[in-house]
């Protein structure tokens, strides 16, 4: 098959998936936790500046497996563009990582068959967010060979991804990605600590501008008993100068009647 013919395969590949195919869907709570670990995922791979594909229920083809859809998948060293589909053998690698979220229903679906099926298939990372129970579970495969997972021991509440290089953890309700100390914040998050930063800088302003009010009315004060200060002395200058004039004027007069006398 050639590469024209290989790519119209791939195009014609459908790009949706059936009901059949997908979980009966599970409203606001599977969809916000889902899309917060989608902003939270991209927006530090951006910021990483790293080729890194993060989708979301994404229609996955793998050779010689039934087609399907995770949650959230993260491909590394993948250029991040819009993609319909993701066909392991067109993009010539497959999943590094996968999150599913669970809020209700059959169980065994995430945390059975496709704990089997992820393994299987080599994907080396595979996280199931039980958001019902505020649970969390990890899975590796052990060596890049291996087809069957090993569980992902947790150390204070929070579990590793040696792919990510980040950290899990389900707090106050939800499942937060940590890098080090820092957490990785989604889309609303970043919206408010920017409006709190803008409004500190807005408040930072004021303050200087009601800073330099104040200065300039110190200044214009200052220049205000500058200039009543020099027109005081110009004054009295003038003044001293009347009196010696007069004094002058006196003491000529005296000398003139001194020498009559004489």
Known sequence: MSEVERARVVEELPGEVTWDEMAMPEGDLH??????????????????????????????????ERRFAPDLVVVLDAENHLRSKWVVSH???????????????DRKKDAEYNVERYARVGIPEYFIYDRARQRLYGYRLPSPEAREYVSIASERGRYSSEVLGLQLQVEEGR???????????????LIDRMQETMK?????????????EEAERLRQEAEQRLAEETRRREEEARQREELERRLAESQAELERLRQRRE
């Open 91 to 105: 993009e010539g690698k497959g999943l590094d990582w996968v999150l599913e979220v669970h809020v209700g229903g």
């Open 175 to 189: 499942l937060r990605f940590w890098a080090g100390s820092a957490l990785l914040l989604e889309y609303e998050e």
């Open 200 to 212: 500190g800088l807005q408040q930072r302003a004021d303050a200087d501008a009601r800073q330099l």
């Open 31 to 64: 969809s916000q936790a889902k899309m917060g670990a989608l902003q939270a995922l991209k927006g530090y791979f951006s910021r990483q500046r790293r080729r890194v594909y993060v989708g979301s229920e994404l229609p996955v083809y793998y050779p010689a």
